[in-house]
């Protein structure tokens, strides 16, 4: 669980508890009910992190494009949008050091639309190999949607993560781009669902 989730759920409650004391019962409820999901849209399971050298996807949600054949001729970008019933945490898709962070300041779009990629507010973050022989570098970038008012980074410049390690979190609909270069073989297709950090959606191609 995400301690933002009880926090809310407990300012929600206390509101209620007071509609509920105060005035009437049944102006109570819709606050509980938002307390629950409160505790229900922060939640933040364990995953299984796969092994061998392979990108995991860095949220939970849907494929709503990949633009770029995945052939390796060129830079392909993975868009994932999460709805308001999909984990929000976001997860770290390679193993590596954070080369470069990058706020954007933007619109609020809906996060499934393709503009929302370049024309919401989103945070870009680039992770470079673990190793110093290690050349690959992976970007994704947090992308706020039509609810989503605050995207958060618990990084920063020059920290090493582990691959699947949890990253962020974004707060309510969004989006998730990935960048993978010419050295990545996509793994997954538009309308697959993925789940973060364990989920693969590209593997290294041989040297």
């Not at 949008?81 to 929000?88: G, K, P, S, T």
């Not at 974004?170 to 990545?184: A, H, Q």
Request: net charge positive.
């Amino acid at each position: 669980m995400v301690k933002d989730g009880i926090y809310y759920a407990l300012a929600l409650s206390a509101a209620g508890a007071l509609l509920w004391v105060l005035l009437n019962p049944a102006f109570a409820v819709p606050l509980f009910l938002l307390a629950l999901f409160c505790l229900y849209f922060f939640r933040d399971p364990d995953r299984t992190i796969p092994d061998g050298p392979v990108a995991v996807s860095p949220a939970d949600g849907k494929v709503v494009g990949i633009i770029g054949d995945g052939s390796g001729a060129e830079c392909t970008r993975i868009s994932i949008f999460l709805n308001i019933f999909d984990v929000h945490v976001n997860r770290a898709p390679i193993a590596g050091r954070i080369a470069n962070v990058e706020y954007t300041k933007g619109q609020f779009l809906v996060a499934s639309r393709e503009r929302a990629s370049l024309q919401n507010e989103r945070n870009t973050v680039t992770i470079s190999g673990a190793t110093a022989t290690d050349s690959t570098s992976v970007r994704f970038a947090q992308i706020a949607g039509l609810l989503a008012r605050r995207i958060v980074f618990y990084k920063k410049l020059g920290d090493t993560v582990a691959k699947g390690e949890r990253v962020g979190l974004i707060k309510f609909g969004s989006r998730v781009d990935i960048f993978l270069g010419p050295e990545w073989e996509i793994k997954v297709r538009p309308g697959q669902r993925v789940a973060g950090g364990s989920s693969v959606i590209a593997q290294r191609r041989p040297s």
